[in-house]
C-alpha cells in the first residue's frame, strides 16, 4: 500500500489517534447546548501554533451539527487551511459531521479570497480586510432570511485562527477578537506557559469583553512530536494542495499515487484564456512588466473576480495552475477545478508566494511539464 504522503485518496498523515479530552468534549457541549434563550453560538478558536485549534474546531463543528443543521466556518488561518489549499481565506457552510477528525476534507467555500501567502505579515491590513468582509458577509447576508431580513436563520460561526501569536500576528488577532461579534472565545493553552497566549480576556482594554471565555489545555505536547513543526506545516499545505487539484481529474480514475496524479494533470486539456481578457496582478511585489508571463508560468493562482466596491480585495472561485503561455496566440493554459460557469466571471488572475507542489513538476514522462521552453516565445 501507498504511505499516506503518497496517497492523496486518503490524505491523512500517519499520526496518533485523535483524542477528545473531558475538557474538550465539556467545552463543547456547553456551547452548543449551553441554555435554551442564548444566541447561536458564534465562536473564535485562538491559541498557539499546534495547540491543537483545528482540530478543536473541528470537533466542535461535529457538535454543534447535532444541534443545528449547518454551520458556517470562516478560516483564517491561511498556513494551514481547513477545507481549502493553503493562502486562501474562506467562509465555508458545512451540513454534514466527518467523524474522523485526521481526514483532510476539501469544500467549496460560499465566499473566499485568494491572500496568495501562508501568512498575514506581508500585509496585515489587506488581511484583515479580508476577515472582516468574510464576516459582514456571514452577518448581514448569511444569517438573515432570504423572506425576511429582520427575521434571522440559525447559522452559528466558528473562526478558526492562525498560531502566530506574537509580535504583529499578535496584534491581528487582537483586531480580529474586536470586530466579530463572539458568543464565545476559546482559546487553548500548550505545554510551554511562555508560548501561550496572555491569561484572561486580553483583547479587551477596558472591561468591554461581553463573551463567555473557555481556557483549555492542549491534548498533546507538541515538544514531543517526531518532526519538527515546520517539516509538518509544509508537508500538510503540499498535502492540501495536492487534494485541492485532484479535483481536476474525474471522480472513479484510480490515483492512488501522486505521481500517477501529477502525470494525469499534465496530460489534462487546459482551459485557454485569452491574455487580453484578463488582468493579472501580483499581490505582494512588484513584477516588472516585461518578466509578467515570465513569472506568471508554472505558477499558482487565484482565479479572481474585480469589483468597483472593493478594489483592494478580489473574490476569488478558486485556484489555478498556469500551464503554459503561447504570446503568439495571446493564450495562457490554465489547470484548474473550478466550473466553467464560474470560470467565465474571472477577470483577474492573482499572483502570490503559493508554491506549486513539487511532486507535480516531475510527472513520469514529462520535463518539467509546467516550464516547457517553446510557451514563452520573445517577442
Ligand atoms: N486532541 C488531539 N489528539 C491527538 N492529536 C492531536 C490532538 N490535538 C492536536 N493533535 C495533533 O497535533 C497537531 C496540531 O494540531 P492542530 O492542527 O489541530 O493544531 P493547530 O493549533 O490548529 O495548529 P496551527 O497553529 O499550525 O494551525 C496535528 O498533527 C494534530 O493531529
Known amino acids: 500500500m501507498a504511505s499516506p504522503e503518497e496517497n492523496p485518496s486518503s490524505s491523512k498523515i500517519a499520526r496518533g489517534k485523535i483524542r477528545?479530552?473531558?475538557e474538550w468534549s465539556k467545552a463543547a457541549v456547553s456551547i452548543t447546548f449551553g441554555s435554551q434563550d442564548s444566541p447561536q453560538p458564534t465562536v473564535l478558536v485562538c491559541g498557539p501554533k499546534n495547540s491543537g485549534k483545528s482540530t478543536f474546531s473541528r470537533h466542535l463543528l461535529n457538535v454543534l451539527l447535532q444541534k443545528y443543521k449547518?454551520?458556517?466556518f470562516l478560516d483564517t488561518d491561511i498556513g494551514q487551511t481547513e477545507f481549502t489549499p493553503p493562502g486562501v481565506l474562506s467562509l465555508c457552510i458545512i451540513d454534514k459531521p466527518t467523524p474522523d477528525l485526521e481526514i483532510i476534507c476539501m469544500k467549496t467555500p460560499e465566499r473566499c479570497y485568494f491572500f496568495g501567502d501562508v501568512s498575514s505579515s506581508r500585509d496585515p491590513g489587506k488581511y484583515l480586510q479580508c476577515v472582516y468582509a468574510l464576516y459582514d458577509y456571514y452577518r448581514d447576508e448569511l444569517c438573515k432570511s432570504?423572506?425576511?431580513k429582520s427575521s434571522m436563520v440559525e447559522l452559528p460561526l466558528i473562526v478558526n485562527t492562525p498560531g502566530w501569536i506574537k509580535g504583529s500576528g499578535y496584534e491581528v488577532l487582537v483586531k480580529m477578537l474586536n470586530?466579530?461579534?463572539?458568543t464565545h472565545v476559546v482559546k487553548l493553552r500548550s505545554y510551554n506557559d511562555s508560548k501561550d497566549l496572555p491569561r484572561g480576556a486580553f483583547w479587551c482594554d477596558n472591561g468591554c469583553n461581553h463573551s463567555t471565555l473557555l481556557e483549555i489545555k492542549a491534548v498533546i505536547d507538541c515538544a514531543t512530536c517526531p518532526l519538527t513543526l515546520q517539516k509538518i506545516a509544509a508537508l500538510f499545505r503540499e498535502?492540501?494542495?495536492?487534494?485541492?487539484?485532484r479535483q481536476c481529474i474525474p471522480s472513479g480514475s484510480n490515483l492512488n499515487r501522486n505521481k500517477v496524479l501529477a502525470r494525469a494533470l499534465a496530460a489534462l486539456l487546459p482551459y485557454e484564456v485569452p491574455i487580453s481578457s484578463i488582468k493579472v496582478r501580483h499581490l505582494h511585489c512588484q513584477v516588472p512588466s516585461s518578466e509578467v508571463f515570465y513569472s506568471l508560468n508554472a505558477s499558482i493562482v487565484g482565479l479572481g473576480i474585480s469589483s468597483e466596491k472593493s478594489p483592494d480585495i478580489h473574490l476569488c472561485v478558486g485556484l489555478?495552475?498556469?500551464?503554459?503561455?503561447?504570446?503568439?496566440?495571446?493564450?495562457l493554459y490554465v489547470i484548474t477545478p473550478v466550473p466553467l460557469r464560474l470560470l467565465e466571471k474571472v477577470d483577474i488572475l492573482l499572483?502570490?508566494?503559493?508554491?506549486?507542489?513539487?511532486?507535480f513538476l516531475q510527472a513520469q514522462g514529462c520535463v518539467s511539464p509546467y516550464s516547457a521552453t517553446d510557451v514563452l516565445p520573445i517577442c
Open 146 to 148: 432570504e423572506n425576511s
Open 239 to 245: 498535502i492540501k494542495m495536492i487534494a485541492y487539484f
Open 70 to 72: 449547518k454551520v458556517a
Open 351 to 359: 499572483q502570490g508566494f503559493i508554491q506549486i507542489p513539487q511532486g
Open 179 to 182: 470586530y466579530v461579534s463572539l
Open 320 to 331: 489555478g495552475i498556469v500551464r503554459g503561455i503561447d504570446l503568439f496566440k495571446g493564450l
Open 20 to 22: 477528545i479530552s473531558e
